[in-house]
């Protein structure tokens, strides 16, 4: 049998069915794992058949428009990552996590189906009705996978609801006046029809889709939402979501800026009064991405919160890269989407285990695990290495394309700014792997074990796969190559090891090996030189020239950064705090109204007045 | 003469449904209003229509009569509540 | 405050609706569909009071719809007041001379109401008008000696009856003309003569009797009911609200 | 079988009834539910005749159009009649006190629906509906509690103010046209479109918008559906404020079809829908949650009517059908949990078949994809995108507003239900009750089949005018448009 988008679609909505069946069932993590291998197995076997588009047999017909769906390149790229990140998770719950880990892991693996399954409707979009419909599957689908923990976690889930609820309904109205003005809705028709509009119904345009898809990214003012959501989930639903739910939107916004729009006629949309262009205000907003999140994430003491904080942050660099325009750009950008997943994935993965042993992840009641849990240590060190974009691993490769491109474009502001939200990084994943890892052990904490390996199985294999994609960037240079050709730019000129361009290149095979061979000298050295290292208990230490009891810890963890963060004030994030509670008071008062309106006795006076004003309005 | 006939009966209409609005004694209300449907059931004569003149007769002036006196009698509110306030 | 947002509103409804009426053809009036029965009236119904044909022949599905609108009137208000009926009320006798004028005013109303049903189609009058002389008939005694048996049994019965009647005369007619509520079915008869203009005069016969019977019990359950200084009588508390 | 049986049936029955109860008390529980199966057989045979040989005009009693009365024996009529009679059969009044005279009053409303289902005249069309309406005050007031009754009253008040409002409006017609037929209506609209017509149409509006629940005529819906049996108020919720708005369907489409007066429904939508939505936001208890969102989903239904064309209409058929399912089931489904919504807590978790279907048929209310009110929701907002020259900006922001409150309620009340409360699992919660199981299944019908309901909803709108709207027939997306063939690609 030819593998078919056909195919992919049914194995992802069987696997839906046999959780819903059979998600009780001690086996069902396995049996999801085996179900998403199969997945990805399929998009392998598919991406032969992207260039003409896979189309499926899945068609409706409905009130006059016909509902059917294709994957191409861009989708594609998309749909193996939200695989991969699936069989992860899965794999992460298949053992003992599941059994015990949440209040039913049969919701667990029913929500990371139902997502699977919508993302990959959504990715195989062909026109807007159908992006639209796989729109609200995702969203809908999303708030059931945050809502599962219960408690904090569904206030969190409530929030991002009211914003994708408004996203999407954003979002459907500008689906709907295309559809009247354009007479269709398939991509390359919306396309084709696009030139012709007019700068005011293009602004029009661009506001609606540009909101709805930006709050599903979380894209600057409308971050608020994710942090919560996405740390109050439990840990492998976490990964999954930090890993591909928000970037969603950022396919939305691909589509709509890139194909929809393109990026020639976003720099004649020049902004009244400031003469900015759209292009370059796209690329400001995500450049403020980048910085603010990133720099809350600093001030967050709860670990999973820090790395949501960070989530949106990183969202940032994927949208200016690729808004740069040049091969390098766009491939900088799209390859920061994959190497996003894999150590974001890892990230919260290792912080569910954190959670799953000790029980809290909040950072100033960790510490010193290194020594309970290597494992997770040696993961949680990888991704924070690629996390924070510095060599061996594979954020650097990413990031490195997206400076590049800046620089090459003569955007030096830009690159100064996602250097600045680089340096936040390093801060603050010093910060959590610090916290948690480092320092010392606390008392409570002397008698857990690592994890077991269904749990630290998947993490390492992530962070292998963090490595390895940074010492050989060209196996996911591979799979980007096949969204960036299929969104009509030009291929980047790759190897194994990095990339080639007129104005230099970059081979991390060579990097790496520099790096490698250094540290294999200095361990050399160590260790031949005599190992003058002593080993001492963790205890034995000193601070203020008086030794540290068992009962008071010497721990670094409180306050951290705190010169810094009364320096940078979030005067800014007060600001839309502020919005956000205007507007549910507003809803509230306006909503008491109502109900008072419905509840007064008089109604004979207001049919006598509703008559009557009809009567003045209308003659 | 004919205005004249529609004019005079008009006013007692009018007259009449003033004073069911006017009149505090529930029951005179209802004494009004059928005098109302009275001088309406006479101005159906007059245009020539005594069907509903004979309906309007029966029903509004007596039958409706009939059940507002019942009913009042049955709930003892003689009075409107601006009158039980003062 | 209310007082004058009503007599805003209210002046300005009359403002509109003198608007609204302002427009119309008055003295010229289009009324086709009136003239149009007028003319055809006689021919097509054979009743001598054009209004007749009009309400049993031309739209009786509306005079059906209109009995039925008195029926669950009374069906529902008779369900309202039965509930409380907790105590039994009785109110006092009327005087000897109301009590002799309504005992006196009943085979006169009787007939009355009787001749106004029958002759509905030849002179004005009807169903509904002798109706409820039928009615009063029946209750005006019965209001002046409320102690009185009433015949609640009888007056179920005639008032089924009758408006089965109504409804199944329609559908006999379906079996001879082929139309529901087709009234020509026995022929237009003599013009003028009692026996004529086909079932209307049957039709309002069942009319008649079914709104007397109606109005009547209605009356009655009304005037049976406990008045609210009657004990045992809850006042719903919500009441003040309003 | 002639379709006027479907108003003869009930009423013989409700006429027979109170003598019958007399011979036998238990026929009072029995005669109602046979003879509402009987009609909804008789009903269905009609519909399905209408399938094969198409609408059909029939003169009652043999006197011709203009002078007598026309009954439509037409797609939107049957498919009405159909529905009520379904609806009045499954949502049959279990606890009343006085079975037989809620029997009858059911009948009544059943022969009277179909009348108004299929009735072409405008007076008569005020006839049923004035049944219609006289059944629901007694409805209303079956629960025979104070407060019940107090609600009832109100009803009653606007109600018969509003009766005597649409009065005044056919008499302006009848007085400027001299005729009360549809059809011959529909052929004047310049004699209508004076001051006189759209005056008359803005009455009617206001009448016929009681039943229909058009702010601000609607002030009774909350107290009525908080204080009935949970039944009947998923009956009232579900078809009897379709029937209003079945009646200003057929006048929109037959007769006031773009006239100014439009306007003011547009309006009276819009306002139903912003303070419905917000209303049911400030609610504090499930009833009154309910009937606030159907305040709102029935401004939606307005807001489509005004803006009329295919389009329209086929947006107000299609909202009024996930309605019609959606809502008695929430009623019936919400009717095992306490009212309140605080207390709501954990109850989800102790029967979570009711509560996951409380979700999925509030989805659709708000109008997410691929579920029926999300198709509504969008020709709704093509038709407004379509119509409307200046404010479709406006309209849409409010309309779109008012559905995140709408989200924003109804999932506050599912994290709740989900939410952690123990008292749950002490308490014994009857399991979804069948009724609410049925409606349930002909929701998921609907969902899955809504591309052969929208084809023959397209069937129906055009069985209504044919001139103008098969003139207007551009509206409606070409299929081809949407997708280019199989080549598109991104």
Redesign the interface.
Known sequence: MIPSLDLLLALAFGNLGLMLLAGRNPTAGLLSMILYALQGWVLVMLMPALAEGAASGLAFQVFGWSLSWELNGLGWFFAIITVGAAFFSAWFAAGAWGVQGTRSPWAFHVTLAANVAAMLLLLASRDLLTLFIGWELVTWAGYAMMIQSGGPATRAAYKYLIYGVAGGLAVLAAVVLIQVQAGGLGFAAVAAWMPGISTGMLWALMLLLGVGFGIKMAFLPFHRWQAEAYGESPGPAAAFLGAISSRMGLFGLLILLVHFIGLARLDELLLPLIGLDARILWMWLSALTIIIPTFIALKQNDARMLLAWHGIGQGGYMLLGVLVGSELGVAGGLLHVFNYATYQAVLFLVMGAVVYRTGTAHLDRLGGLITRMPLSYVAMLFAIIGLAGLPPMNGFVSKWMVYKALLDEGLPLLFVAAVIGTLGTILSVFKLIHNVFLGQLRVEHEQIREVPFSMWGPMIALSLIVFITGYMPGLALDLVMVAQTSLGFAALDYHLGGFVTDTGNLNMLAVVSVLLLGMGIGAGIFLLGGNKSKRVHQLDNYAGGHFLTTEVRYHYSHHFYAGLLRLIGPWYITLIKRLEGGIAALTDTLAAGSDGLYRTAYTPILMLAATVLGLALVL | MMVWVVAILVSLMLIGAFLVVAIPDLLGAVAASTAVSLALSVLFVVLRAPDVAMAEAAVGAGLAGVLFALALRKTESRRTRDEEAS | M?QF??LL??F??AF??S???????FGA??????Q??VE?NIE?TGAA?A??GVLL??????T???L??L???A??A???V??RKHGVSR?SVAGFILLAGAELMFPFLLILGAY?ILHGHLT???G??GG??L??AF?VPF?ANPGRAFQG?AM??V???A??TF??L??F??FR????????FLGTGEFGQLVSAGSLPLLYLALGL?VGAE?GS??AE??A?????DPLI?E????K?? | MNPEILIALPLLAAFLLPAARRIDASVGIWWGPLVVLANLVIAAMAWWKVQLIGPQSIALGGFAAPLGIELRADHLGLSAAVLLNLAVLLLWPRETPDKARVSTILLVLTGAGCGLAMSADLFNLYVFFELVAVATYGLAAANGKGEALIASLRYLILGALGSALALLGIALVYAKTGTLNLTELGGMSEALSGPAGIGALVLMVVGFGVKAELFPLNNWVPEVYAHTESRVSALMAGIISKLGILVLLRLIAEVFGGSPGLEFLLWVGVLGVVTGELAAYGAKDMRRVLAYSSIGQMGLVAVALALGGETGFIAALILMLNHLLVKPALFLIADAWPGSLKALAGKGRARPLGAVLFVLLALSLIGVPPLPGFWGKYLLLDAIFTNVTEGAGLLVGLILAATVVEAAYFFRIAARLFGSGEAAEESKIPGLPAVAALFVIAFLALSVQTGRVGDYLKEVVHGLQPQELRMAQSDFPDPAASVNGKGERL
């Open positions: 209310r947002a009503s509103f209210l300005g409804f509109f609706l608007v609204l009426v302002g427009g119309l053809p009036a289009p009324m086709q569909v009136g149009a029965i055809q097509a009071n209004v007749t022949a031309f739209r009786g599905m509306d059906l719809g209109e039925t609108i029926f669950v009137a069906t529902a008779g369900m309202v039965e509930r109110d106004v004005p009058g009807g509904f008008q409820a002389i009615a009063a209750f209001l049994h179920a019965f008032e089924a009856f408006g089965a409804i199944l329609g559908i007619s379906i003309e082929g139309d529901f509520m087709a009234p020509m079914k109005l209605l009356v009304i005037a009911a406990p008045g609210s200084d809850e719903p508390q919500a009441a609200d309003l």
